[in-house]
């Protein structure tokens, strides 16, 4: 019968043994823990929203970036990290350790995937351009009315379908008009957010220059006071092709603006019709929005072309007269060095 010595003895031996080997099994699973992944690419993984540290665990072992789950588990969880990970579309490094890759769900930093609608796209333009987009799934869509959408950079994940983006956009655009609409100077000639829209769409089709904005947006305000025609070849350019742009030739007529299309009969025309045309020719930008809304104050009833991309401004015909024949003449001399 084993004495109370060699009892004691024993378990003293059994729990260093088991401290001993415990210890080799953590400093085991630490190394395994911050070695480099045996992955030779890139691996895509998103999270959901809600996702627990045991499901995330379960994906990476599914994709191939990590080959011991339980060891992932535990130390998110040792690392404090198990309940910090961010949902979102990722791109795991190749050869990433498990410790980089809670690191990397921490950080929040996403897979950016962006696509930039221009200021003063046509609806028939940013249909277009989104249907070109390899990222964006092509489901079924429809288009609000012209000028619904605000022109911005926006990010988006890869099972965002165009709808999705057009949604916000529309929802972009409501809360920037909104916004500036509470900001807006007194004493404007039109009275709702949709008539701003229609304003600020033919502001961003007449310059392309952002310091000009407000003062383009002051003559026709100045014109709308004075029930003067606007008088815009934009708008004609609209009536003429209903935003459908033809990119065959020169501009969006496919050719230049003739004396005769000033002439055809379309309520967007106006040449030949006084105040604002019944809807937006394009979706403008928020300068353009904050220009028609906040305008320069100022005398000009003109502007024309100055042959730099920037226009010159005139409060009298006469004078008007004068800078359109510059102009001309401008324009005449580049056709001949052509």
Do not use: C
């Not at 024993?10 to 001993?20: K, P, R, S």
């Not at 940013?126 to 022109?151: D, T, V």
């Not at 401004?313 to 008007?320: G, K």
Request: aromatic share 8%.
């Amino acid at each position: 019968m084993k004495t109370l010595k060699q009892v004691l003895g024993l378990l003293v031996f059994l729990t260093t043994l088991v401290l001993v080997l415990g210890g080799a099994g953590f400093f085991w699973a630490a190394e395994q823990f911050r070695k480099p992944g045996n992955f030779e690419s890139p691996v895509e993984i998103t999270i959901a929203p809600g996702s627990n540290i045991g499901g995330i665990a379960d994906q990476l072992l599914y994709a191939g970036a990590i080959d011991q789950p339980q060891i992932f588990k535990y130390g998110g969880r040792l690392t404090g990290q198990a309940t910090k990970l961010k949902a979102g579309e990722y791109e795991i490094p190749p050869h990433a350790s498990m410790k980089e890759i809670l690191d990397l769900f921490e950080s929040g930093k996403t897979i950016q995937r962006n696509v930039t609608i221009p200021e003063g796209l046509t609806n028939f333009e940013i249909r277009r351009l989104l249907l070109q987009n390899e990222s964006l799934q092509k489901a079924e869509f429809e288009m609000r009315p012209e000028g619904s959408y605000l022109p911005e950079t926006y990010s988006f994940a890869k099972t965002d379908t165009i709808a999705d983006i057009m949604d916000r956009m529309a929802a972009a655009m409501q809360t920037a008009l909104d916004e500036l609409w509470n900001k807006r100077s007194e004493n404007l000639p039109f009275k709702t957010k949709e008539e701003a829209v229609i304003l600020a769409s033919i502001v961003e089709k007449e310059t392309g220059k952002p310091e000009e904005r407000a003062r383009v947006a002051g003559v026709f305000i100045n014109r709308l006071m004075k029930n003067i025609p606007l008088q815009s070849d934009p708008t004609v350019i609209y009536a003429l092709t209903l935003g459908e742009n033809k990119n065959d030739g020169q501009g969006p007529l496919g050719r230049r603006l003739l004396k005769k299309d000033l002439e055809f009969d379309s309520p967007y025309n106006t040449y030949l019709y006084p105040g604002l045309p019944p809807g937006p020719i394009a979706n403008p930008g928020r300068a353009s929005l904050e220009a028609v809304l906040n305008p320069e104050r100022h005398d000009y009833l003109y502007f024309v072309a100055d042959g730099t991309g920037g226009h010159v401004f005139s409060a009298t015909l006469e004078e008007h007269n004068r800078n359109v024949a510059k102009w001309r003449e401008i324009r005449k001399n580049n056709q001949s060095a052509e």
